[in-house]
């Protein structure tokens, strides 16, 4: 039994932004703010999203990975996917991040909030012309390569506008890494990057080399997925993608300059899980890079990772109101209290898209010591729309109370859609008690805007 299933009131530190506590009354506070007092202001469904604690961990990364690649040099990537605005994407520039995006949308946005061009990345596996020309035309540091048919299409773009484009391999390393089959990247059969397997990732390394008027070969890539806790899948990863550098130095006499080795940094939805902090993670690679290059003499290159979920998802959680609460018989497996909220999977649908696990506690009271099992759904018309499977809540659990849902700062708010046309929620930053929304709520009058009659 977790700690959240003994204590459903107790805050486990690693769910949670580090200002997260409950007050003597019982009722959160994050950044020095009530929950109350932004339910009533800011209105609920809201992601709750503390600044100071997102900037703090966007640090950890950058003076970790400094510290163990000190020799060589490191650049920390926040990866947008996770959740992107203009504020967000200022932040990161503040605190000393790149920026990857994967989409012209989220080039915007960086263009937006003023990121350098050299300080962007352009991943995905199938941009279009117009977004390629965008990236080459802000003058982005890298595009990542993902197919033949890219290195063509970036190669005629950077002909037509006159420059030189600089880019990455993207490399399928055929690494089984021990997540959900929907955010696993680097095995086979998937549609991300040049395999290792049959020679593609060593042809894509020769055509861009060859071009060398129009393609600047940076590096190469490897993402290994999402959700990882330890550090072998990347160790594997990682020595194979060294000794790919290592063969197309010997090949063409010279050594790329870089290796992005990725980002997929797991974090805590629950108790059971324990992830490692940054420090860990930025040696433990160091002393793989180092190893597998001394072994393969050739030089440390500069480093590069791309932590998303990492950086946001602990930073925010989501603060519901109860709506109703109903008692299910289950025979002999005994009775589940389902407690419906006026969110669900319209701003979170990772449990119903791949089994995610969150979890959640009364945020503007304690309740009872006696506790029930329960499981948090959503308004949507759908079984599947689950917020918590399972969990343990105070027994007295009743219509009105706010519910805080920890770990939804990476893939809510970018997930999040309009179904059954219920808006989605804003992002409300809180710092040294006051608030302010990143992201403003939907409206009807948002939700109707496309609608041409």
Not at 101 to 124: K, S, W
Not at 200 to 228: F, K, M, N, T, Y
Not at 337 to 342: F, M, N, Q
Request: charged share 25%.
């Amino acid at each position: 039994m977790s700690a959240v299933d003994q204590a459903p009131s107790r805050l486990d530190p690693r769910l949670w932004a580090s200002s997260v506590h409950r007050g003597d009354d019982g009722a959160l506070r994050v950044a020095g703010a009530d929950v109350r007092d932004l339910a009533a202001r800011w209105g609920t469904p809201a992601y709750l999203l503390d600044e100071e604690d997102f900037r703090q961990r966007a640090r950890a990364f950058r003076d970790a990975f400094a510290a163990a690649f000190a020799d060589s040099g490191a650049d920390v990537f926040y990866a947008g996917k996770a959740f992107l605005c203009t504020a967000v994407a200022r932040w990161v520039h503040e605190e000393g991040l790149c920026l990857d995006v994967c989409t012209g949308g989220e080039l915007a946005v960086a263009v937006r909030a003023g990121v350098p061009g050299e300080r962007i990345g352009l991943h995905g596996n199938n941009k279009s012309v117009e977004e390629i020309e965008a990236a080459l035309r802000h003058g982005v540091g890298r595009i990542v390569l993902d197919s033949f048919d890219e290195i063509e299409r970036v190669t005629e773009v950077a002909g037509r506008l006159g420059v030189v484009a600089p880019v990455m391999i993207r490399v399928t390393t055929g690494v089984a890494a021990h997540t959900h089959e929907f955010v696993a990247t680097a095995h086979e059969d998937q549609k991300f990057g040049f395999s290792l397997s049959g020679g593609r990732a060593v042809e894509a390394a020769d055509r861009v080399l060859a071009r060398p008027d129009r393609l600047l070969l940076l590096g190469l890539h490897s993402h290994i997925g999402s959700q990882i806790f330890d550090v072998d899948g990347f160790e594997v990863s990682t020595t194979r993608l060294v000794r790919l550098h290592t063969d197309i130095a010997r090949r063409h006499g010279t050594e790329l300059a870089e290796l992005d080795l990725g980002g997929g940094f797991g974090i805590a939805y629950t108790s059971e899980e324990d992830p490692l902090p940054p420090e860990q993670l930025a040696q433990g690679l160091a002393d793989v890079v180092r190893r597998e290059c001394a072994a393969n003499s050739v030089a440390v290159p500069h480093i590069s990772i791309e932590p998303g979920r990492s950086v946001a998802g602990p930073s925010t959680f989501t603060l519901y109101r109860v709506g109703t609460v109903k008692q299910v018989d289950l025979g002999q497996d005994g009775r589940r209290t389902y407690v419906s909220v006026d969110g669900g999977m319209s701003d979170n649908i990772r449990p119903a898209l791949y089994g995610a696990q969150y979890s959640c506690v009364l945020a503007d009271r304690v309740g009872s010591d006696e506790t029930v099992r329960a499981r948090v759904v959503g308004k949507h018309c759908e079984s599947g729309d689950i917020v918590v499977r399972d969990t343990r809540l105070p027994a007295d659990v009743a219509p009105g109370d706010l519910l805080a849902v920890p770990g939804t700062g990476a893939y809510c708010y970018s997930l999040a859609n309009q179904y059954n046309h219920v808006a989605r929620p804003p992002v409300v930053a809180v710092r040294d008690g006051q608030s302010r929304p990143i992201v403003r709520r939907e409206t009807i009058d948002d939700l109707l805007a496309l609608d041409v009659e």
